[in-house]
Every structure is written in structure tokens, then in C-alpha cells.
């Protein structure tokens, strides 16, 4: 029982990265019907930026320069990373994807995969080989109630990307430019024709997506302190799986099938041998996706590829 | 039709131009297979810079001399992407068309086998310093590794457990992907069991490559009662694995293998790594002679303490050096000149090497000393015993 | 483009013009012409190739155009150009040039004969020069075989993502089936192995059954086809991405709990079958099959499954079958390619068939151009030989193939040679009006 608890406490952690990630991936490609596939990579180039910002402050605080707490450091970061690596999803969008809007989006998928094969060598030739260590800014505290052991950081992680997601929530919810996201995924021909701007609201949809891939790499960063260039492709393709899995342009199914995946890799590992994890795991979401073909919340709808 | 005469003109005059053009210049050409890009960057950046060292020795003392005279060396570095055709293709090529003496690499097994047998084939000597894969070797006499292969490790590990903390309930947590991990994992298993038993391995759990939460499997190997568990992984692993380990309560020990030996373990892993054990070829902290020299002028060169993977490079390419030495004569034919390495290579013995002292198997294996390590209070690499076969 | 109107662009446009005219005569050199001038061009190379070599200064025959050579040590690029000039572009130019007349006239008395016979003649002559060409050097024959591998693989990719219009990423995974099983097949039935024990056939009749083995890889990757297919007549598009990917971790963690196939140390000890002849051949069957596949009814309903599926259907289009048949008629040749592959190797591990091998496949998909076989060749070829070309540059190779893709899509967002249909007659014909056709094409007015 209790490790039954105690995995569940593992997949919330493990599931609030793919949420997150998952919520970056449905936002463009509800807005845009596009796959970027450079999104694991904005979500490393998010981690990266997010480790120098830190470095950098904590190198000041231990310089005695600024005295900052520790979790004020950790909030500036993410604040800054967010906006830095929005701009980065700014910038491809206006290189790789504007270009290409009446292109098959298959077009654009495959530019989105190679600017993230740019990213990741870029960073490869800039900053060397090298693993990096992402600073510990919070001390990790190990609370055990009643057999199940808690961290801080683990409490942290799942409230903040909570608490992102209901902020993103509310904003395609509740503001003029989130309504006219929401009217974008209906009609991206029509709506624009209304005086919706689409090149403005291309560029909010990268660069909100990008925002929330920085915050879950910095997060991921807390969690999982080891960085390299390539640690955002697996990570990539999976949260895919989930932003599909969720259902077109559904923040709420997003979020839901990123816990869901993280719950299903985490439990395939700890009740089947975990060897067998892989090949169990996505075989449920091969059955889930033959019996609810259209994810949890999208719609029936035929999508085009726009030839 | 005159610009065809003149042009078949032109072309005599080449074919017999040519016939005695220039002879070829006296260099020894060494290959390096390495993953420079790819899933595993740092190992080729390790292998290329302890190369580059070694060249740069070679060519402070003026060449290398063989019988009595200097041969200017040349490297060909070449980057296999860490893919397994790649590394062929690269092979390929540097056997037949950069016609390299020996080859030094590729790293990782997933490469080393099939790149093997190219060199195998074409009869030209090769040595991987770090594939643990038995078939990297295995009927094929042109190839050799400059490391120790997994079933020693295994029962070295299971060995020591059983002495130095008498525990009889083992978990291993491995990599399935990725065959060092896995193959370790499957010797340990079997070492273990013969010394305690059937079902003495209480839990025996794994991961992909790449993941990077463990938090079900540790939970599992938590509650399975086991005393301690064994990590054969990469370093960057390591620390992911021992802090999510702390984190889920787990106080016990953890041992792992020679793929800690990174200076990188210890600066990923912080304070939860100290007073661990792991086994492997040469301790960094303790080192003394020309271990630590080696170590000091990596440092001081590219700014971190050198893996595994560069010190065994480093050793590959000394014992190349000697075989080379040994050879006495390179006659410029490279056939005759490739089977005297080879020959050379297979009869070295007590070779001194920073991570050890080499003889070679028939197989083409070294008969290496493995070291049991303690990680210090202080993050450092304390020899602790040592374990030879 | 904006060139054309200003009055700077006049030299060039004088210059573009001056070109035109000398390229004028080439354009009458049928394909035949073409084969003869490159034979020609091999043959000089196996017979002069290294004197000349040595005398501009290289050690060897460059191995790949010089690229290889070049960017290593540009010292030798006046001495490479000229070895390029003398050894290929003068002889395949002055050949195809001067044989015009007759290799036109050739080419129409070929066609007079049944396509096939023509369409052999040709592909006899392309084998004969890419067999000399590889001759020259190992390193050449294993790209080769390689990129002739990519070659398969890019069509069948191209059928789905191309003709069928569905975004498939369960291409590695159908290449991992068809190259285990047609190892386990060859090495079980022909080979002496730790695993399997004695063969159960005489080794000597391996090369014959070779055959056998690549079908047999087809087949079960075809079978595990049926896996993505099946879920696809419910889904489509954007689901079936997933469907697709999720299928290739499967098949991936599949392999790596085999142990019997090795695991994830990988399977080795296959025989040394694939040489240059028989994967040429299965390439070239590969061509002309999947050719006829996609110009068939059959294939013209895939279009019309992608283009409108309830619109294909209510014109009795049988959308399941069509969808059905696409997927394994795909499968089984990146079935075929994958028991190519590791009997090149000889070794396979499924770490080879992951998503890197997904982003090669798909990079050449696209980079060639959609719905089109002759796309799926140039992708393959051009897409090999420059990432062989660029190996010298190491890390920055990974930002410069990456670069020049963002530029195809962005410029033909379709790839560079889509939606073309490979007329093989009309490739084979001579390209000079013959006096009989003339006046055949006067009576007819």
C-alpha cells in the first residue's frame, strides 16, 4: 500500500514534465494545427538558459554583491528564463514556421525538427561535450509520512506547474488575446479576415509554449540536476504522444494526458518487470487511441493535410 | 574530334608521368573511430583530447622512432555520430583510403562489433579501449580492448560486498538499452547468486537510456528488502540515481562500477555520493606517477578531470605505441607493416599502463587488476583495495 | 524573382543566356548517352585514376568527388578540380556529346523492342559503372550498398507519408522487424552460431535462398504492419502520428527483451550476402515495383484516400483495403531494406532504429519531394552523399545539413522534385527527333 502511494507521489512529479511540455506542444498545434518538433529542444534551450541565470545569481549572492533567498533566486529564474526562451520560440517561429503557413504542415514539421537538430549541435559546439549541473537551489528536505517520503522539491514541482497551468487556463479563458486564440483553432481562415492578427497571434501561441517548456526546464533542472544538449528529444516525442493524445487545441486534455503518461510509465515500471516498461506502456496507448480515436476531448473531426 | 586526340594525349602523358610520381612520405597514420556527435558526446570529446595529448607528446620529442628511425605521426580523428554504420563507414575508410597502421576505437560496443569485423576483415589491427562486449573480440584476431571485460567485473563487485559488509539480499538497477550496463548487470546477478544462493537478487530492475526519473524502480527496490543495490551507469546517471534514491529514504549502500570513474560523478552527485563504493580500472584521487600526471595535465588543458574513457584511450595509444616500437622495421608496405603490429600487439606483456598493468589473452584481452574505490568526505577517489583475477 | 528587371542582372542574365547556348547540344543526349559518357568516364578511372592523381598531387584517387579530401586540407583543391575536370566532366561531356547522333539512334531502335528490354539495357549499363566506380575502393562500395538501402527505405516512406498522405514515424520500427527476421532466418537456416546451433540447411545453398530471407523480413514486417494499420481505419491524421510513434518504442523495447536475438547487445553473425550486385538489384526491383504500385488503380486511390477519404469512399473507393494495402505494401519493403541492412552490417542492435534513424528517414522523405519516386531517389542519394561528403567538418556537418533542409522546405515546401510521375518511357527515349518522326509528325498535321 504504502508503495503504491508512494508511486503515486513519483507520477505526479514525473507527469506534471510531460503536462507541462504537453501544454507547449497543444498550444501551437491547436492554434496552428502544426507539430513543432523543435519543442523538446526550446524546453533544453529553456533548462540552459534557466542554468545560467541561476549560476549567475548565486555566483552574486556568493559574491556578497546582492543577498538574495534562495527561492527568490529560483522565481527570478524562472521569470527570466520564461521571457528569454519565449523569444527563442518567437525566433522560430518567424524562421522556420511563418515561411511555411500555406506549406503541407508536414513542411513545417520537418523544419521544426531540423531547427531542433540545429539547437541541440549549437549547443553541442558552443558549450562543449560537458554535462552541466544545474545548481541546487532549493535544499532538498525528505519528509516521511506514514512510509511514503515527500520532498519539498516534488511539492514544488507539482504546484508550480499547477499553478502555470491554471494561469494559462485562464488566460486563453479570460483575455481578449486568448479569445482570439480560441477563435483561431476554429477557423484560421475566416478569423483572420475579422481583423484577428494572425502573425501576432502566431507569435504569442510559440511564444507562451516556449515560456512553459523554459519553465519545465528549469523545474526538471531542480528535480533531475544533469543537463546535456540531447536531453530534450526523447523527452520531446513523448510529451507529443500526449499533446495528440489529449485531444486538438484542449488545455485541460493536454495537462490530463501528460499525467496520465506519467502515470502509466511509472506504474507499467513498478508492477510489471520494468524491463517489459516500454513495451507495456505504449502498447496501453495504442489500445487507449484504437478505442478513443480521437483522444480524450477533441473532437471527430478529419484533419488535412494541406496539400 | 582534335580535342578528343589532344585530350587521349593528355592522358598518356599522365599514365606515364605518373608512373613515377612521387613515393609516399614517412608518416604513421593512427585512426581514431570516436563518437564526437551523437547520443554520447562527452566519450568522444574524451578520446579525441587524450589523443590529441598523445600526438602532442609524439611530436614534442620530434617523432616516433622505430628501428633506429623517425616517423612523423599523423591522426586521423573521425566521428562515427555513435551509430553503428557510421562507424563502419568510417572504419572503411581509413582502412582503405587514408591507410591507416592501427585504429584506435570506436568507444561504445553498439559501434565496436560491427566496426571490428570491418577491421577484422581487412586485416588491420584495432583496439577499442573501452567496448566490454565480449563479441567485440571474439574470433577475430586482428581486434583487440584495452579495458576488462564484464565477467570479471560481476563476481570483483559480488566479492566484495560479501566481504567487506556480509550482505546476502542484492537489487541491481540497470540500463536495458545499452549493452555495458546490461551485460554488467547480468554478471553481477550470476556472481551473486552463486555466493548466496538462488533469489538472493531481490529486486532486479531497469530503465531506458535517457530516462531520467527512477523513482518507480527505486520504490520497488526499496521495498523489496534488499541491503544494498549495485548501478552499473553512466555517471550522469549516477547522480540522478542516487539523489532520487536518498530522496525516496533509502540509506543503505550503493556500489557501483568502473563507469563512475568520471571526475564528472562526484560534481553531478554532490554530497550524496560520498562514502560510496564503486569498482574500476584506476582511482583518480589516489593516483600516483604517471596516473597523476596524466590526470593534472588533462585538468590543466581542458579543464576537468579526465573519464574512463580518456585515461584508457590514453593507455590504448601507448600500447600502440609500443607494438609500433616493437615492430622494429615499418617497411612502408602496409600489409606486412599492419601484421607486425598485430603480432606485436598480441605479445605484449605487463604492459604499465595509468590504468594498469595489460598482458593480453588469445581473445585479445587484457588480464587487468580491477580497484575497489571509496568516494571520500571530501568528493575525492580513495583507493580502498584492490582485486585481481 | 526580382533579378530579372534590374539593369545589374544584365551580365548575369548575358551570362546565363551564353550558358544556355552551351548547354544547348547536351539537352539532345538521351539518357543512353548520359550511361555511356559515365561508363567511359569509370573506366578511364580505373585505368588512369591513380597516375593522375599523383600527378596534381593527391596521394590516392579521390574517394567522394574530393569533398572528403578538399575539407581537410584545402591546399588541394586546385589539384582535385582538375582530377574532377579531366577524370569525369570532360569524358562524360565529350561522350555524351560527340555519341549523340549514335546513342540516339540506339535509344530508338531500343524502343523499338518492349520497354523492357530498353529500360534493361539502361540499368545494365548504370550497374556496369557504379560497379566499376565502386571498384575503385571499398570505402565506395559500402556507401554505395548504403545509400542504394536509403534509396528503398526513402520510397517506402514516401508511399505513406507521400502518396497516402499520413505523417507514419513507425518507419525504423518496420526496418528493425524485416532486418531481425531476415537475420534470424539466415543465420538459423544457414550459418554455424552459438545461439541457434548447427544450420539447418547446406550454407552452400544460402546465396540462392538469400532471396527468401529478405521476403521472409518483408512479410513479418508487413504483419506488424497491421498494428498501426488497423487503428489507422478509425483514426487518422494527427492520431495516427502517434499511433505510429508509440509502434516504435514498441517494437524497440520489443527487441531489447529478446534475448534470444541478443537484446540490446545486438545480433551478429549474419552471412556476407548483400554485395553490391543484390542490393542493386533489389533496389532497382524496388524502383520499378513500387513505380507501377503507385501509378496503379491502387495507387491512385491512396491519393484519393489522402486528398478526401469520405469523398473516395462514396466513389467506391474501398478506403480500408486501400489504406490497408498502403501501409503493408510500404512495411514489407522497409521490411526488405531493413534484412538488406543488416546483412551489410552484419551486425544489428536496436539502438540503429530509433528516432535519430526516424529524423534521417524523414529528412530524405521530404528533402527528395512528396509523391514522387523520382524524389525519394534524389533525397536518398543526395542526402547520403553529402552527409558522407561533409564527415570532415564533424560537429558543424549537423548544422550545415540541417541548414540546407530549412532552405529546401522554405523554397519548395514540398521537397525538390514532388508530385511527378516517373515516366520511365519517356526517360529511355532519344532526345533528337529522328527524320522518320519528323515526317511522321508533317503527315499527321
Known sequence: ????????????????????IALGYSMVYGVLMLFNFAHGDIFMVGAYIGFFVSTGLVALSALGALTLPSWLILTLTIIVAMFLTSFVGMLVERIGYRPLRGAPRASAAITGLMIGIILETGNLALLGAQRVSFPALIESVTYNIGGVFVTNKKVLIVVVSLLLMFALHQFVQRTKWGMAMRAMAVDFVVVPLMGVPL????????????????????????????????????????AFVAAILGGRGSILGAALAGFLLGFIEIFVAAIFPSTLRDLIAYSIILLILTFRPHGFFGEAYSAKLRL | MKSFKIFA?????????????PAAPETIKIGINAPITGDIPKVGEGSKYAAEMWLADIEAAGGLEVGGKTYNVELVIEDNESKAESATKVNTKMITQDEVLVIVGPQSSKQA????????????????????????????????????????QGPVVANFVSDEFGFTKAAVLYDVASDYPKGLAENFKAAWEELHGEGSVVAYESFTTKDTDFSAQLTSIANSGAEFFFAPQYYNEVALIVQQAHELGWDAPIVGSDSWGSAETVELCGEDCYGLFFSTHYAAAGATGATKEFIDRYEAE???????????????????????????????????????????????????????????????DPIKCAVIVRISDAGEYEFYKSACP | MAESTNNSSAGRKGLSVRLGKAWEPFTKVPLLGWLLGILVAVALEQLVGTPLAHLVGLSKIPVLFGFVIVLKQPVL?????????????????????????????????????????????????????????????????????????????????????????????????FMALGAYAASAFTVIFFVEDKVFGSPLLPPALGPFLFPLALIFGGVISALGALLVAIPSFRTRGDYLAIISLAFLFIVKSLIENLEILGGPRGFMSQPDWANLPTVFIWCMGSIWIINNFVSSTLGKSLNAVRDEETAANAMTVNTRRTKMVGFQFAAFWAGVAGGLFAHVMRYVNPGSFGIQKLAEMLAMVYFGGLNSVVGSIVGAVGFNLLSEALRPLELFKWIIIPLLLILVMLYRPTGLIAFREFDIANLLKPKRKSEEEVEHAIATD
Open chain 1, 1 to 20: 500500500m504504502t508503495s503504491f502511494l508512494q508511486n503515486i507521489v513519483n507520477a505526479l512529479q514525473w507527469g506534471s514534465f510531460y503536462a507541462l
Open chain 1, 199 to 238: 502573425n501576432t497571434i502566431a507569435a504569442l501561441t510559440f511564444a507562451l509554449g516556449s515560456g512553459l517548456a523554459a519553465a519545465a526546464g528549469i523545474l526538471f533542472g531542480v528535480a533531475y540536476p544533469v543537463l546535456d544538449p540531447y536531453m530534450g528529444i526523447l523527452f520531446g516525442w513523448k
Open chain 2, 9 to 21: 594525349l593528355l592522358m598518356i602523358a599522365v599514365f606515364l608521368l605518373g608512373a613515377c610520381g
Open chain 2, 113 to 152: 562489433v560491427p566496426a571490428g569485423e570491418v577491421a577484422n576483415n581487412y586485416s588491420t589491427p584495432m583496439v577499442s579501449p573501452w567496448s566490454t562486449n565480449p563479441n567485440t573480440t571474439l574470433d577475430r584476431p586482428w581486434v583487440f580492448r584495452g579495458c576488462f571485460l564484464d565477467p570479471f
Open chain 2, 302 to 364: 581542458h579543464g576537468y578531470v579526465p573519464d574512463d574513457v580518456g585515461a584508457l584511450t590514453w593507455d590504448t595509444l601507448h600500447l600502440v605505441q609500443q607494438a609500433i616500437v616493437d615492430c622494429g622495421e615499418i617497411t612502408g608496405d602496409i600489409a606486412v607493416d599492419r601484421q607486425c603490429v598485430r603480432d606485436a600487439l598480441a605479445s605484449i606483456t605487463d604492459f604499465n599502463g595509468i590504468t594498469g598493468d595489460m598482458t593480453f589473452t588469445e581473445e585479445g
Open chain 3, 77 to 173: 583543391l586546385p589539384g582535385t578540380l582538375l582530377y574532377i575536370l579531366l577524370i569525369y566532366l570532360l569524358p562524360v561531356g565529350l561522350v555524351a556529346r560527340l555519341g549523340a547522333a549514335l546513342t540516339n539512334k540506339l535509344a530508338a531502335r531500343l524502343l523499338q523492342s518492349p520497354l523492357w528490354v530498353s529500360a534493361i539495357v539502361h540499368v545494365g549499363l548504370l550497374y556496369a559503372s557504379l560497379h566499376m566506380w565502386a571498384d575503385i575502393s571499398d570505402y565506395r562500395d559500402l556507401v554505395l550498398r548504403l545509400t542504394l538501402i536509403a534509396i528503398i527505405l526513402t520510397l517506402s516512406l514516401n508511399i505513406v507519408n507521400g502518396y497516402m498522405g499520413e505523417f507514419s514515424c513507425s518507419h525504423p520500427g
